[in-house]
């Protein structure tokens, strides 16, 4: 009964005993800390009403002793549960923010290596609300939880002084409280959906607010801050909504405690009043009981508002475990193999990929590329050309067919290894907020100062570092936003050079390149190309005509392959694609 009427709904239980077997019971010590301190501080609050009713016996009957026995007592009481209150509050905050930190790092470890569609499925904004908004309404339900462990000891020990007290009182005082029971119950019922839809409005609203301040130049060149006001100004306004419709179930709990507080002590004073008129209990009983339904009525109310606390923390901990509960499809096979030796050969055999719950893909692409060729990939603008791309380091699987690196199914290979032969730059590379050379050195930690020279010159970023205040120490800022697209795409390239790799994977940016620079990292490229296998999501021509073979995509399929020359002749889409110059699209 005690049990339900705190826990409410029998769902919890399993997020409880979940979050027992996974994190709380990894700290025993602690735990006995905590259960000492607590009965300790509980105990020692219901003694409170038994040194009053001895202070008043002895007031009563003159007993000289009351002088120095009562204020060593009440002295000696309070320090004991002022030092007991110290250790208990330290050690349970201390094992709950354990705890969530626990979570954090169990969710972001999955999240780290979760597939990727998995992770931009949601706006990072929604994401990182998990470790922030839900952690804390998890914090506070575990504090009140733990607390309410303390309350509920202090109760019973007050209960038990009262009945020790006077055993009539204690019975018409007793039968009310239960009442509460009910419309408090209901109310976490409704908490908890309150609770979900606020938790999940925190993490829309600041995905929202993600969104416009990363996009502010946009905002602001094409007149959208009426739009935004207006968008953000809904989701405060829902925010709001949300907010209020939990506030409103918390806030009945309290007065109902205090109505039916109110009519127990009222129901006592009646009856001991009338008691009294017969000559009964002494003044002592009296006041100690009085004054402990009085010390009861805290702790009573905690544990009567503890069910709309737990509800909160229990729909975030549900959000958490969904999150850590997503099952991770790209991931090791039991018997992976080690990198097969080669030098980065791939084919693609007949492969079907298809984005969920789209249409779009591939749907049966086949080429071979032989180790140290540059391959074009060229086609209209949503062929399917990146989406090739992203499947050679396996940051989606395909659904059909094999892509075979140096003779193995490359989903038979350890990933890390595979990861470790690739070097990708995407078209539009975002940086790290760290420095220049921090952020070419992930390509390769271990690089030495001649490899860092030599992709410096390579990917002709010794031209602006001139440029900037502190070289190659120069922080880039959030995402890189204080380079240029051009100066970025070369450190992304920097970065991907160092990693001296088998298969170089390049999203070629429109734009981002001048000439000059381009013809610089041309050279670079052509002679790295000697030792790897390079492909390129070409839009340059003279990208393409370097190329030793370029693979027409339409549609997620190959249509032409062959040289420039070859296809020039052919006249089909290639020779289309290039006298309309549709390339850039
Ligand atoms: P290309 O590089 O040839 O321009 P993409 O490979 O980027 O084409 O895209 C191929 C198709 O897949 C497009 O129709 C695009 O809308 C879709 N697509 C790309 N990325 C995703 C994604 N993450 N989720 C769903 N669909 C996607």
């Not at 170089?504 to 610089?520: G, I, K, M, R, Y």
């Not at 002679?527 to 030793?548: E, G, M, N, P, Y």
Request: hydrophobic fraction near 45%; aromatic fraction near 6%; glycine fraction near 8%.
């Amino acid at each position: 009964m005690f049990l339900s009427l705190i826990l409410g709904e029998d769902k919890s239980w399993p997020f409880l005993q979940r979050l027992w077997r996974e994190q709380i019971r990894f700290y025993p010590k602690r735990i006995l800390l905590i259960v000492i301190s607590t009965i300790f501080m509980a105990g020692l609050t219901a003694l409170y009403p038994l040194v009053i009713k001895r202070a008043l016996d002895m007031f009563k009957d003159n007993d000289p002793r009351i002088l120095y026995q009562i204020p060593a007592l009440v002295v000696m009481v309070t320090a004991a549960k002022a030092a007991s209150q110290y250790i208990q509050t330290l050690s349970v905050q201390d094992l709950v923010l354990q705890i969530i930190r626990g979570l954090q790092k169990k969710m972001f470890l999955h999240l780290v290596h979760a597939d990727i569609s998995l992770v931009e499925k949601e706006a990072p904004a929604q994401l990182s609300a998990r470790f922030t908004t839900d952690a804390l309404s998890i914090r506070e339900a575990m504090i009140r939880m733990v607390n309410a462990f303390g309350d509920a000891i202090t109760v019973i020990s007050l209960i038990v002084s009262m009945f020790y007290m006077d055993w009539e009182l204690s019975l018409i005082a007793a039968l009310l409280y239960p009442i509460a029971a009910v419309p408090i119950q209901k109310l976490g019922k409704r908490v908890r959906k309150a609770s979900g839809n606020m938790q999940e409005q925190v993490g829309k609203t600041a995905a929202l607010l993600n969104e416009t301040f990363s996009q502010a130049r946009t905002v602001r060149v094409y007149g959208m801050e009426k739009r935004e006001i207006r968008r953000l100004g809904q989701s405060f306004d829902q925010l709001y909504d949300a907010t209020l419709k939990i506030i409103r179930g918390r806030a009945k709990v309290d007065p109902i405690m205090e109505v039916l507080g109110g009519s127990a002590v009222a129901a006592v004073l009646g009856f001991a009043g009338w008691r009294a008129a017969m000559g009964g209990a002494t003044l002592g009983d009296f006041s100690g009981f009085v004054a402990a339904l009085l010390l009861a009525a805290r702790p009573l109310r905690a544990l009567g508002s503890l069910n709309a606390a737990m509800q909160e923390g229990i729909s975030g901990l549900n959000r958490i475990f969904n999150i850590i509960d997503q099952p991770i499809k790209i991931k090791d096979k039991m018997n992976a193999l080690p990198l097969p030796n080669g030098k980065g050969k791939i084919q693609f055999q007949n492969v079907h990929f298809i984005y969920p719950d789209r249409e779009v893909g591939l749907h049966g692409l086949n080429f071979e590329i032989e180790p140290g060729q540059t391959v074009a990939l060229v086609g209209p603008s949503g062929a399917g050309k990146s989406t090739a791309l992203t499947l050679i380091p396996r940051l989606h699987d395909i659904q059909q067919g094999q892509i075979i690196f140096d003779g193995v199914d490359l989903r038979n290979i350890k990933i890390h290894e595979l990861r470790s032969a690739i070097a990708y730059v995407p078209q539009d590379p975002l940086l790290f907020d760290m420095s220049i050379i921090d952020n070419i050195r992930i390509g390769n930690p271990y690089a030495s100062k001649e490899e860092i020279e030599k992709v410096l010159e390579g990917a002709a970023i010794n031209r602006f570092l001139g440029d900037l205040p502190k070289g190659l120490d120069t922080n880039v800022g959030h995402g890189g936003q204080c380079l240029s697209g051009g100066q970025r795409q070369r450190i992304a390239l920097a970065r991907a050079l160092i990693r001296n790799p088998r298969l170089l994977l390049l999203d070629e940016a429109t734009s981002a390149l001048d000439t000059e620079s381009e013809h610089v990292i041309q050279k670079a490229l052509a002679k790295l190309r000697r030792d790897c296998t390079t492909l390129i999501v070409a839009h340059r021509l003279s990208t393409i005509r370097t190329a030793h073979v370029i693979i027409v995509v339409s549609d997620g399929k190959v249509v032409e392959q062959g040289n420039h020359d070859y296809l020039m002749k052919q006249q089909g889409m290639y020779a289309r694609l290039i006298q309309t110059q549709n390339l850039d699209y």
